[in-house]
C-alpha cells in the first residue's frame, strides 16, 4: 500500500466507504469480500465508531514535517497520522508527530497575550488585549523605523521555514530590518559549509530506495534526523528487503547503531580521519572510479588530468593510513580497509554523516571528506548514491523592501571567530550583543527558540536576557513559558502548528520534489494567533503594507502562483489533497551533466579555471577588461557563471551558488579555505582540548532520543513519560576506574560548572566518553516537562490526566557545561568536543 | 496488503500451513462458541517481524492518541535491551501488546477470559464477511470469533481477576472509564486491534504507523495474506511469547537473530512494570 498515489489512495478511500454503506460497526459486513486494508487516511472514534473529521496538513514536531492527516472529532483534535498519498512520507509518522496532539492542549500552554509587570525573571505578568500589545509593540518598532535605524530591532527564530520564514522575512524587508538571527550554528552549519565550499547548494540526500551499501557516520537517522520519516524507512527497508548492509561509526549504540549490520565504535571527533583512511585504501588499491573525477579539483591547477588528481589525491592522503586512523579513533585498522573495499566495490553506496561527525572542531573539514568518499567512488550525485536533495520551489507573493534596510553585524560571532559563518554564529549572538562592539538591538523579538536553554553556556545567555541594560525591550512569540520568555516584556501567544496555514518544502528522499501544505486542524485555542497572521496587522500600526492579509491569503496566493501546483487546482486543490507532485518528474539526478549553449552575448570562457562567464552580467566595463582580471579576480562573477568547460563540453557541473566564489568543479582543493589559512585539501587536524586532555578528563557527547525534539517537546505527556529522565552514558572500564557503578549519582564537571545526574554503566558506548541527552533539565517545562505547572496563568485547560503522571524525574541540561566555542570554519557550536572530569557525587 | 478472502479452501489451506492454529478452528466448534449458519470469520493476527523494528516508539505513541491511553499505563510497549560486551555490543527491540490468544486446547478460551466473572455473559452474533452468523457469548471480557479478545466496559465489574490472570501483563485498569455493572470500580482495559479502524478496512493505528513495516496485520485465514504467508514462510507457528503457556497468541515474530530470548522482559506476578515504555 505504500506505492499509492494520491488519486488511487482517494478512491479506494470511496471504494471502501461504499463497502461500509452495508453495515457500520463491529461484525457487520464491512470487511465482506475484497476490502483491502487501507494505510490509513480515515480514523474512527474507538469510543463511538464514529468517523472522525480527516484535515490533510503537516508536522511541525521537527524539521522534517511530515504531511500528515489531522482527524477532528466534535472540534477537538484527536489524532494524527501520516498522510497516505505523500511520496515523502509514505503515510508514515514518527512518535513525535504522534504526539502533535499534546502540543495543543497541554495544561501550561499560554494562551493570551502577557506583559510584564514584576523585574525580569520574577515571574510577574498581566494579562492584556493583543490591541494593547501590538500597540506597545508598534511603539517600540515604530520609533527606530523612522529615525533610519529600523536595524536596533532584532528578531531571532529556532524553526521557522517554508511560507513561516516567508512572511517573517516579508515583513522584515518592508520594515527594514536585517538583523535577523537564526539557530543553525547549533544544528549542522559545519555540514552545509563543508558542502557549499564543494558543489554550491546543499543539503545532501541519501538514495536509499537505489543503493547498496551504506555507510554512517554519526548520523542516528532511525531516531532522528532532519528528514527523519522520510530516510529512515526507506533505510530500514533497504536492508531487510534488499540485504543493503549498513556499518554505522558512532561513539554510541543509538538505535541506529544496534540496528546497523555492524556498529563500529569510534573515538570522538575522529570520523574525518577515518574516512581519510577510506580514501587511502581505496585510492592505493585503485578501487576509486574515474567517472566524477572530471568534476572534482584535487590541486591549485584547474586543468589537472585524471592521472594527475589520482596521484595528488594519493600524496594528500598518504599519511591517513589506517594504521595511524586506528591509533586515534579506536577503529581497528582492518576494520576501516574492509568497509572501504566494501564501500567502493558496491555498485552504488550512500556516505552519510551528520552531528556526530561535524559538531566539532573543523567539522566542517569533516564533511569536505566525506563528499570526496563519495566522490572518488562515484557516489556523488548518482542514483544510489549522495545525492543533492530537492524540495518543493514555491512562488510568494513579495512586499518591496524599506527603502533604508541594513542590520546589525551581531550574526557572526567575534571577529576571526569563523572563517565561513554562512548560516551565521547564532549560538554567539548574546555573546556579541553583551560584548557591544558590534551594536545592540533596542528591541530583541525571539520566536520558536529558547536560546536561554539550546545554546552553549546557556547561563551566560540567561544572564544577558535578564540585563535590561542589555536590551531594553524582550518580545517573544511562544505557546509555553520557558527558560528565556521568563525574561520577555511582552509574551504574544503563538498558535501550534495545527492551528495555522503554511505551504512545505522539506526535502524528498526520492529526489522528486513534493509540494504540500499545513491547514488548520481546529480553531487556535483562546486568544492565540498566527504569527502570519499577526505581521499585516502590525506593519498598518506602523505605517505599511504587507502584499498579503494574512497566513492564509499568503498560502492561498502562492498556490495560485506557483506552477504545477496552480494548474492542479492551486488552494482548492491543496485544501483537499494536502499534496501535490509532477507526476512526470523523472527526479533530480545528473544535473551536472547538462549541455550548456555558451553562444549568448557576453559569454566568454576563463582560461584560468575554465568558467563560462558572463561579463556583461558580472557589470565588467569591457571584454577586455573581464579577460584581464579574469574570473576569479572579478567581484562578483561567481554570478553570473554560465558553464564549467569540461573535456571539450560547456557543462552545467556545479554552479556556484553559494557565498563561496568557485569554479563549476568540486573544489576538493579550495582557494577559499587556503586564503583563510585553512586546509585546503580535507585532512585531519586534530581537537586541540583533546590534544591537551589529562588521563582523568572524559570528552562529553549529547545526542537526541526517538521521542523528543531539542528543546520543543518535554511538555507533550506521551513523549515525556517514554523519556524524561537523561542519565549519563558511560562505559562500564569508565566507569569502575573512578568507582562508579549504574545508578550511582555522579558528578560531571569542568571549567564551566558542575551537573549532576546518574550513570548508566553500560557496553553500550566507548571507554573514554561520557554521553548526555540534550532535551531535560528544564527549568519551566510546564507539569510534564519540568513536573511543576508554570509561574503563570496562561489560561490553558487543565488535563485531568496530570493525575495519573507517574515519574519524578526531569534530567539534568549538559549545556551548562558545554561552553559557545565555534568550528574555525564554519561558526558551528562545537557541542562533542566538551571536556569533563565525572565522579561519584 | 491485507486482502480479506473467506474462501473456505482458502482457511483450510493455512491450517494445514500452520498447526498451531489448528487450535482456533476446533475453538469455533468447541466451548461457548456455537458455529450456526454457514460463515466464515476472518482470524485477526499480528506478525512482528523484529528485523524492521528500529525502536522508534511511533507505535506506542500512535496507541496512546488513537485511544487517549491514560498515563502510566500503555496499550503495547516496546521493550529494548543491550547485551554483549564492548565491542560487540548488541541492542534489540521487542514490540509487545495483547497477543489475542485463542485460548488453550482444551476449550479455546483465553486464560483473562476465563477469570471474568461475567463471562459468558449476553449472546451475540458475529456476522461474516460471506454472509454467515455465528454465534457467541459475550462478557465483560470475551473473544470474538473473529480472534479479537475484546472488553465491555458496560459489562465490567472491575475485579482484576483478567489482570492478574493474563501472563502477558498488557492489561489494566482505566482511570477514565467505570466499570459498567460496579460504577466504583474502573474498568479494565487494554489493546483491541483498533477494532473500530478494522471494522471500516483500516489497519491499526500501530500497523499504520510503523515505518519500517516491523507490524504486519491480516486475516491468518485467508492463505493470500501476507500475515498468513509471514507464518507459513517463516513458520512462525511456536515465534510466539510464552508458548509453554499454551494460550495460543495470534501475535508471531520474525526473529532471525534469537532476540526474542534476550530481550524479553517477562511479568512478575502481581506487578505490570515490565509493561511500561521506557527509553534509558
Redesign the interface.
Known sequence: MSKLNRRNFMSLAGASGAALAAGVGTSKKALAGNVTFENGGRDFSPVTGKERKAIPTACWQCVTRDSMMGYVEDGRLKKLEGHPGSIRTLGKLCAKGQAGVNQVYFPDRILHPLQRVGKRGEHKWKKISWDAALDLVASKLKPLRDAGTPELFMYQYGRHKASQAATMYDFMGAYGTKTIGNHTSVCEAAKWVGQESLWGGMYDNWDYDKTDYVVNFGSNQFETHTNHIPTSQRLIRAMVDRGVPLYTFDVRLSNTAAKSTEWVPINPGNDGLVMLAMINVIMNEGLFREDHFKYMRVSADHHATTDQKIAAIKAEVAEFTPAFAESRSGVPAAKIAEIARGFAKAKSACLVTYRGTVMHFHGADQERAAMLLAAITNNLDTPGGRVMGVGAGWSAPSTPAAKIHKGLHIKDGFKGEAAFPTHHVSHQVGPVIKDGHAGRPKVYWWSCYNPAFINGDNKEWSSILQDESIMPFLITSTITYDESSQYADLILPDVTYLERWDWEDMVSANQIAEFYIRQPLIKPLGEARCQGDVWPDLAKRIGFELAWTDKKDFVRQSCEMTSGVKEAGGFDYMMKEGVWHDPNDKGNYGFYAKEVDVSGDGVILDAKTGVYWNWKKAGVASEADAMSAGYLGTKGAKSSYVAQHIEGKALSAYAPNTSFTKSGLLDFYSDNFKGKGLPAFPTFTPTPEHEAMADDELIMTTYKVAVHSHSRTTHCKWLAEIKHDNPGWINSKTAADRGIKDGDAIKVHNGLGEITTTAYVTEGIVPGVIAISHHFGRQHSGIYGSGKSNPIDGGASPDPDAKNMNWKKHGVHPNAIIPNSSDPISGTQRWMDTVVRVEKA | ??????SKTGRREVLKGAGTVVAGAAALATGTEVAEAAGTA?RWAMVM?L??C?????C???C?????V????FRTVVQEK?V????N?????LPIMCNHCEGNKEDGVPPCVKVCPEYPGKR????T???GKIRYRGGATYK?P?GLVLIDAEQCIGCGKCIDACPYGVRSFN??VKAGKKPENQAADKC?M??????????P?CV??????ARI??DLNDPTSEVAMLVKEHDLAKNVLLPEEGTDPHVFYIDPDNMLGKIYKKRTKGKLDHYV????
Do not use: W, Y
Not at chain 2, 208 to 213: A, F, I, K, M, V
Not at chain 2, 277 to 280: A, T
Open positions: 496488503m491485507n486482502k480479506i478472502d473467506n476472518p517481524d528485523r524492521r528500529i525502536g522508534c516508539r511511533a506506542t505513541v500512535a496512546k492518541a488513537e485511544n487517549d491514560s498515563l502510566g499505563r543491550t554483549g560486551t564492548f565491542p555490543t548488541k541492542k534489540g527491540f451475540m452474533t458475529f456476522e464477511p460471506d454472509g470474538r473473529d482511570p477514565f483491541d483498533c477494532k473500530e479502524r478494522v471494522a471500516n478496512g483500516i489497519d493505528s499504520n504507523t510503523c515505518q519500517g513495516r496485520f491480516g515504555d521506557l527509553i534509558p
